[in-house]
């Protein structure tokens, strides 16, 4: 019973790769997030999703792209693979969306690029 | 811009002892909810509690209570009785109105308590 889970849990891959990390979420909530946590373990949070809709996208690079094919689902798709996407990656989902909400987070993935 | 900033990078304190984490934050925004997060060695983020700017009252959630000064911007976790499962980065959170709702963190606090 699992409330927001990702997949996989830790990648290793190169660089110039296409990687996807998925998130879902069993709780009905409304909107689905991105944080990326780096090595210092700052978190920073990346993309924001809304039944669907974009509502919040950070100034993260083109090269990453979140996809939400249904409100329980978000995933994050990195397009050539840069040593600096090395990170935490977490999927957290609230409620509604409104700011009382409390966020719920994913276990997170550990991305490393080599 | 919104920062949070944890003036604490480590902290240590001994078992059933008291210890406090400091926040501040920078906003003009008068409406706003502050969070601390706890972040164990099994890397799951946890809400550990919660205060909305509006309220005088200093959130608490059994051992774990705030002290919110607006004024002063300050938003600190006091942990009474500490536990060695209490051993975490603890990440003060803030998020204004019409952000999206996204949360904005301070850089950690890592505290370990000792036996």
């Known amino acids: 019973d699992t409330a927001v889970s990702q997949t996989p849990k830790y990648l290793v891959t190169q660089m110039g790769n296409d990687k996807s990390i998925k998130c879902e979420q069993n709780?009905?909530?409304?909107?689905m997030y991105w944080y990326k946590q780096d090595s210092k373990k700052f978190l920073k949070i990346m993309f924001s999703y809304n039944n669907k809709e974009l509502i919040i996208n950070e100034t993260v690079p083109n090269r990453f792209s979140p996809k939400s094919p249904d409100k329980a689902h978000l995933n994050l798709h990195i397009n050539s693979l840069e040593l600096g996407d090395s990170a935490v990656y977490f999927c957290a989902s609230s409620p509604g969306g409104g700011w009382t909400d409390t966020q719920y987070f994913g276990p997170g993935t550990r991305l490393t690029v080599l | 811009a919104q920062t949070v900033t944890q003036s604490q990078p480590e902290m240590s304190v001994q078992e059933a002892e008291t210890v406090t984490l400091s926040c501040t934050y920078d906003?003009?925004?008068?409406?706003?909810?502050l969070f601390w997060y706890k972040q164990p060695p099994s890397r799951q983020m946890i809400l550990v509690i919660r205060q909305e700017a509006y309220k005088q009252q200093n959130a608490t959630e059994n051992r774990f209570s705030v002290n919110f000064q607006k004024a002063a911007k300050s938003f600190s976790l006091k942990i009474s009785d500490s536990q060695l499962g209490d051993t975490a980065m603890y990440f003060c959170a803030f998020m204004k109105l019409n952000s999206g709702y996204a949360l904005n963190f301070g850089k950690g606090t890592s505290l370990l308590v000792t036996p």
């Open positions: 906003t003009s925004e008068s409406n706003y909810y």
């Open positions: 709780l009905g909530h409304d909107t």
